[in-house]
């Protein structure tokens, strides 16, 4: 946009493209510090580079502070994720870490190996326990 920053956006956003709005969304949601983040295949419209950056500030900005809740059918984008609920046909299938769901025999590993990228969505879910275990032990409860 020529106006860059000061541009100004149409009624809905229509005047962006579904992966600007998308990105201005999470874009406020970080300025507002907002205590609750619910995405809805918020990164459906963008390519896989900006999802991996998105993806990224998530896991940095958001572990500790923020309650998200994610709808995503790409499975890198919640393998990372404390706990993954499966659901089929309204019911749920499976819920439990990812790390768990991928060494299980189950629907998210079948998902996982459909998508071709097992062993990297393993490395994730791995580094991702890893991560999220050193965080809880330095980390003090607020009470």
């Excluded at 309650?67 to 990372?80: G, N």
């Amino acid at each position: 946009m020529a106006a860059g920053l000061d541009s100004d956006v149409a009624e809905g956003g229509s005047n962006l493209s579904a992966g600007e709005r998308q990105l201005l969304c999470m874009a406020r949601a970080m300025l507002r510090r907002t205590s609750v983040v619910v995405m809805d295949e918020a990164t459906a419209s963008v390519d896989h580079a900006t999802d991996g950056r998105i993806q990224q500030m998530v896991r940095s900005d958001f572990r500790g502070n923020v309650t998200v809740i994610t709808i995503a059918h790409r499975l890198h984008t919640v393998a990372f994720y404390d706990r993954i609920l499966v659901l089929a046909q309204g019911k749920v299938q499976e819920y439990a870490p990812p790390l768990e769901l991928l060494n299980s025999g189950g629907q998210f590993r079948s998902l996982a190996e459909e998508s071709g990228d097992l062993d990297n969505l393993i490395s994730l879910a791995t580094e991702s326990a890893a991560d999220a275990a050193s965080f809880r032990a330095n980390t003090t409860p607020g009470y």
